[in-house]
């Protein structure tokens, strides 16, 4: 027998799982957040939710919201469990669910105005996103904001119906200024380096279009914390389901899974005020840097490195590839001699130690975590998780063999189909364009350097496009398996 999650609900729900200690009654909110997804609810509301158990800060409970037609479908489920959610946090030996309730409404994507009224209420002290790395509209080559953009153009030329998520930060922080009220902060809580400077490059740029002089006042007046945020959490599906209904008898039309380890570094910048976060584990430091490029390259760059060798060897779950002793050792091989080296020291961190709990936290069985989403929007990630490393190597003069090798493999995921001649669906928002380029790099394998968008200088290094060229080679007359085996014996 299952309970459906509601409100209503919670006393006979609490009788197996926690929830809630404070009555929701009293949260008022304080923030308004675009992007709900999983991981913004398995991280920033768990947090948050955290913090009201402790009978603290209940006017900074979330509103969520949301640009996209798939918000929309988020924002109908919740609503149907009165914007409850259900958290299994799981490490290999134990699961343990939490209903959280920190998010007390969730505006409609289809009403733009109604967004913007909310981001000028004076309650509203923090904007925080979490739209994916693909969503702040970032030429890869240079890392700048791209104000060439179709969906940024049509918001420069029409600023009073913003369609992008920065449009309407830019309305209501106009509204805000024009009626004297104090602008809000806005909080990145996405896995790109510098998340704060990404983001005021995007609202600023913005604004720019249709307003330089208001572009200025929100680079002087605006501020953009940046952050490092941590926690796996897969995407929600049948099997999530079942699980919550069988092993905790709820009935939750969109769980979140995730991990048992969570994290999150933020510069303390918040003018407007902000939740006594420290005292549930948020790290509040002058410089956000270090740790962030710690996660990126070491965690997200790992799981680059898994990524495209399983998909092509068809394994479907993360810990399954981590239970293959090539696939882990090439992880090893890759991280040790070519990421970690170049990693500056973060304070009180062992980069050793981080690197062992991430290789566990990557063989949790529990998390289910697929290798399909891992190997999602490469075109995006690849710059930011592994051609950096590249780039910094090249720099020192360092060799790039095993980092040649996880981009040729990349590349020949990008092809389309795996090993086994099973097809690669669409699996990356340029999915057409790197399909053909890699069609074309089996001949050609210059072809794939050439894009500069992704690779940047690096894709002109002599150095590398001799390695990347070598490896795809090798990957197309030997097999996957072999190469990464010739690789890991150093003979290749």
Same mark, same amino acid.
């Given at each position: 027998?299952?309970?459906?999650?509601?409100?209503?609900?919670?006393?006979?729900?609490?009788?197996?799982?926690?929830?809630?200690?404070?009555?929701?009654?009293?949260?008022?909110?304080?923030?308004?957040?675009?992007?709900?997804?999983?991981?913004?609810?398995?991280?920033?509301?768990?947090?948050?939710?955290?913090?009201?158990?402790?009978?603290?800060?209940?006017?900074?409970?979330?509103?969520?919201?949301?640009?996209?037609?798939?918000?929309?479908?988020?924002?109908?489920?919740?609503?149907?469990?009165?914007?409850?959610?259900?958290?299994?946090?799981?490490?290999?030996?134990?699961?343990?669910?939490?209903?959280?309730?920190?998010?007390?409404?969730?505006?409609?994507?289809?009403?733009?105005?109604?967004?913007?009224?909310?981001?000028?209420?004076?309650?509203?002290?923090?904007?925080?996103?979490?739209?994916?790395?693909?969503?702040?509209?970032?030429?890869?080559?240079?890392?700048?904001?791209?104000?060439?953009?179709?969906?940024?153009?049509?918001?420069g030329a029409t600023p009073e119906s913003p369609k992008t998520v920065f449009g309407v930060i830019v309305a209501g922080l106009k509204r805000r200024r024009q009626a004297g009220i104090e602008p809000f902060t806005v909080m990145s809580c996405d896995n790109i380096p510098h998340n704060g400077v990404v983001a005021r490059n995007a609202v600023a740029g913005l604004a720019k279009l249709s307003d330089p002089e208001f572009s200025q006042w929100i680079i002087d007046q605006v501020a953009f914390p940046n952050g490092m945020v941590d926690r796996i959490t897969p995407a929600t599906g049948d099997r999530e389901r079942e699980i919550l209904s069988r092993d905790f008898g709820i009935e939750d039309s969109w769980p979140v899974f995730c991990e048992d380890f969570t994290q999150w570094v933020l510069e303390d910048n918040f003018p407007a005020g902000r939740p006594a976060l420290e005292r549930v584990? *948020?790290?509040? !430091? $002058? =410089?956000?840097?270090?740790? /962030?490029?710690? @996660?990126?390259?070491?965690?997200?760059?790992?799981?680059?490195?898994?990524?495209?060798?399983?998909?092509?060897?068809?394994?479907?779950?993360?810990?399954?590839?981590?239970?293959?002793?090539?696939?882990?050792?090439?992880?090893?091989?890759?991280?040790?001699?070519?990421?970690?080296?170049? *990693?500056?020291? !973060? $304070? =009180?961190?062992?980069?050793? /130690?981080?690197? @062992?709990?991430?290789?566990?936290?990557?063989?949790?069985?529990?998390?289910?975590?697929?290798?399909?989403?891992?190997?999602?929007?490469?075109?995006?990630?690849?710059?930011?998780?592994?051609?950096?490393?590249?780039?910094?190597?090249?720099?020192?003069?360092?060799?790039?063999?095993?980092?040649?090798?996880?981009?040729?493999?990349?590349?020949?995921?990008?092809?389309?189909?795996?090993?086994?001649?099973?097809?690669?669906?669409?699996?990356?928002?340029?999915?057409?364009?790197?399909?053909?380029?890699?069609?074309?790099?089996?001949?050609?394998?210059?072809?794939?350097?050439?894009?500069?968008?992704?690779?940047?200088?690096?894709?002109?290094?002599?150095?590398?496009?001799?390695?990347?060229?070598?490896?795809?080679?090798?990957?197309?007359?030997?097999?996957?398996?072999?190469?990464?085996?010739?690789?890991?014996?150093?003979?290749?």
């Amino acid at each position: 027998m299952t309970t459906k999650l509601a409100a209503q609900n919670l006393d006979a729900i609490s009788t197996s799982t926690a929830t809630p200690s404070y009555d929701r009654s009293t949260l008022s909110a304080g923030i308004v957040h675009f992007g709900v997804g999983n991981f913004h609810r398995a991280h920033q509301a768990v947090y948050l939710d955290s913090l009201f158990n402790t009978g603290r800060d209940h006017g900074w409970a979330i509103i969520g919201a949301g640009v996209l037609p798939s918000d929309e479908k988020m924002r109908r489920v919740l609503a149907s469990q009165d914007f409850l959610t259900t958290v299994v946090e799981q490490s290999a030996s134990r699961s343990a669910a939490r209903v959280t309730g920190a998010m007390i409404d969730f505006l409609s994507p289809n009403d733009p105005a109604a967004i913007i009224r909310t981001l000028s209420d004076p309650a509203i002290r923090i904007v925080s996103l979490t739209i994916t790395e693909g969503g702040y509209f970032i030429d890869p080559a240079t890392g700048e904001f791209d104000a060439r953009d179709p969906e940024i153009m049509a918001d420069g030329a029409t600023p009073e119906s913003p369609k992008t998520v920065f449009g309407v930060i830019v309305a209501g922080l106009k509204r805000r200024r024009q009626a004297g009220i104090e602008p809000f902060t806005v909080m990145s809580c996405d896995n790109i380096p510098h998340n704060g400077v990404v983001a005021r490059n995007a609202v600023a740029g913005l604004a720019k279009l249709s307003d330089p002089e208001f572009s200025q006042w929100i680079i002087d007046q605006v501020a953009f914390p940046n952050g490092m945020v941590d926690r796996i959490t897969p995407a929600t599906g049948d099997r999530e389901r079942e699980i919550l209904s069988r092993d905790f008898g709820i009935e939750d039309s969109w769980p979140v899974f995730c991990e048992d380890f969570t994290q999150w570094v933020l510069e303390d910048n918040f003018p407007a005020g902000r939740p006594a976060l420290e005292r549930v584990g *948020v790290q509040f !430091v $002058p =410089d956000v840097t270090p740790y /962030e490029h710690m @996660k990126i390259r070491i965690l997200n760059g790992g799981h680059a490195i898994i990524a495209y060798p399983a998909g092509l060897l068809d394994i479907h779950f993360v810990h399954e590839a981590m239970e293959h002793p090539m696939i882990r050792s090439f992880l090893q091989k890759i991280e040790q001699e070519e990421i970690i080296p170049v *990693v500056p020291p !973060v $304070p =009180d961190t062992d980069l050793q /130690e981080y690197f @062992k709990k991430i290789e566990e936290r990557f063989a949790n069985p529990k998390i289910g975590d697929t290798i399909r989403r891992l190997c999602l929007d490469g075109s995006n990630r690849q710059p930011k998780f592994i051609i950096s490393s590249i780039a910094d190597r090249l720099k020192s003069n360092e060799g790039v063999t095993g980092l040649a090798l996880a981009s040729a493999l990349w590349c020949r995921y990008c092809y389309g189909t795996t090993e086994s001649g099973q097809t690669i669906e669409p699996n990356d928002p340029n999915w057409d364009r790197l399909r053909s380029v890699a069609h074309a790099a089996k001949d050609n394998a210059m072809a794939w350097l050439k894009m500069e968008d992704i690779y940047g200088d690096v894709g002109s290094s002599e150095v590398f496009r001799k390695h990347f060229t070598i490896m795809l080679k090798a990957i197309w007359s030997e097999g996957v398996k072999q190469v990464i085996t010739r690789y890991l014996e150093g003979k290749i």
